[in-house]
């Protein structure tokens, strides 16, 4: 039988036609078709996961789980890949299969965090709906280079006497904060967030490892001193694991860098640092990393200067914001010498340290001003402090140094009585409650009455009523050099003995002219 050449071409179309739906349907299912690398889990242990397979994995690379848990890759050995667990690690089995993402751990940035609780990863936590927000960075940046920062000199205040006036902070520093545990760091840290209010400093507070309930009373006091709505807590509690823990801090930061970037200012508090090296020591022990110093792994310095280091005030052409980090670590029977605690005041610019025996007292905040240093925010220092509080930090620690022989001693002369009067009438001055930061000019105003011996004929246990006095009186009266002094203005001699004067009226004193020569 033979076929006509019409028979032909109908076959032809027919062949076309089907090659022509082939090619369509491949298209539809091209993604289906595309091979994917799987690894195999042989191991899971506390917070990490051992894995074979995955040979093209990169380091710090995402993988899923099944359940859409997440875990990120650690270790690349030639046998095993070590993962972390940014999920709980409880439901997987050995066995499960481990699929790459091809994609790094990235977290939301940008205003859409503003007043919002989320986990180390950008998830929200505080039932407040998704967060919307097209940028996303990546949780691990290189710093700034040296060409791309600024000097400090704009200060951050923090509403608190024995701190801005004695260990000044600036923006774009890094000050640490350390002590005993229950010694008032975290109060600190509130209150410098909650002193903000107004400044258009947007403030990110990321606890690491704490207790549930301590970060909810946390979240408390910031909504009801009107602090929330320029805050963004990041939260990576106790009992999350350990991944998540070691990860949160660069979360933090790398939605503060978002702000900087735009030229705001951002303060960033790490809630501790301590728990976050703990957390780092577990999870390469876990990995079967090599132990050094205390069990810590060789690179725990690094893991915290990388951190640390992208802290800095940025040149206009980069952007001009700052970004100003409140480290907080922990210590144990005040051993500043231990590890962790001297890796990080070397990479700081400065520690304000906490006293126990102080704290005991209940002298409040319990800042030890001989231990306590600022290497950079003197030159960010209001000039109206420079006047006022020049040599107040020496003055004071003579002082308390000056207490502590004077107790070995019965008789003491007239000179050296009258210095320890008035370093107690000191001390008693720098007492501040919690969660009432005050301005400048009233810290001026009560640290001038005192060196300047308006309060000498006062008892101590009046200080604290007869200082409200003198600073409502002189906010009521010198509003005008009040607002210099905020504004960054200099105090004559003549604005000193305007304020004394203001002072002795307003708690009814007479104050002699021969006070000014202190």
Partial sequence: MKTTDKDDKTLENVVEDTFDKLESVLKEHKQELKPEEVGIVHFVGRGIVRVSGLSNVRSEELVSFPGDLMGMVFNIDPAEIGIIMLDASEHINAGAEVHRTGNVLDVPVGDALLGRVVDAIGRPLDNLGDIHTLDRLPIEREAPSIMHRDPVTVPLQTG????DALIPIGRGQRELILGDRQTGKTAIAMDTIINQKGKDVICIYCAVG????????TIAALKEHDALKY???????????????????????????HFMSRGRDVLVVYDDLTIHARAYRELSLLLRRPPGREAYPGDIFYIHS??????????????????????????????????IPTNLISITDGQ??????????????????????SRVGGKAQLPAYRSVAGDLRITYSQFEELESFSRFGTRLDEHTRERLERGWRVREILKQPQFKPMSAAEQITSLLSVIGGVLDHTEISDIGKQE?????????HLSDLCSRIETGGKLTMDDHNTILNAAAKAIGVQREEDDADY
Avoid: C, M, N, W
């Fill in 160 to 163: 608190i006497k024995a701190i």
């Fill in 210 to 217: 704490k207790q549930s309930s301590d970060v909810a009373k």
């Fill in 231 to 257: 805050s963004v807590v990041v939260v990576a509690a106790g009992e999350e694991p350990p991944g998540l823990q070691f990860v949160a801090p660069y979360t933090a930061t790398s939605i503060g860098e």
């Fill in 306 to 339: 990388r951190l640390l280091e992208r802290s800095t005030h940025l040149r206009k052409e980069y952007g001009g914001g700052s970004l100003t980090a409140l480290p907080i670590i922990e210590t144990e029977a005040q051993d500043i010498s231990s590890y």
């Fill in 352 to 373: 304000i340290y906490l006293s126990p025996g102080l704290f005991q007292k209940g002298i409040l905040p319990s800042v030890d001003v001989g231990k306590s240093v």
């Fill in 468 to 476: 409200i006095k003198i600073r409502d009186y002189v906010s009521g």
